[in-house]
């Protein structure tokens, strides 16, 4: 069997977090840095903490606007249907004058 395969373990490895905490682990690096952890991580805070990184919050946010308002307007398929069921309408009420479809009395 090979010597040294392994890397070096150190027990007692800080971990710190951009938010200032740090932990102590067991592992293969002395120190490892991160952004977020289970200080300030919304998921076990319970609080919303955005990172905005070159505004894709803002456009995500001005997205979910957009997108509401799309679903208050009427689909293309139901305005379809709103105006042929208006030419329906039209058509047995007596028909368009000058067309076709004019009835006569």
Not at 16 to 21: R, T, Y
Request: charged share 30%; with cysteine.
């Amino acid at each position: 069997m090979k010597k040294d395969l392994h890397p070096a373990y150190y027990e007692n490895a800080k971990v710190i977090c951009a938010c200032g905490s740090t932990l102590v682990v067991g592992s293969t690096k002395e120190k490892i840095s991160t952004e977020i952890c289970s200080q300030c991580h919304p998921f076990y805070t319970g609080t919303e903490k955005l990172i905005d990184t070159a505004g894709k919050v803002e456009r995500f946010k001005s997205r979910r606007v957009k997108a509401a308002a799309v679903v208050a307007t009427p689909k293309k398929t139901e305005r379809r249907r709103a105006a042929k069921a208006k030419k329906i309408a039209v058509v047995k009420a007596g028909g368009i004058p000058g067309s076709r479809n004019q009835r006569t009395k």
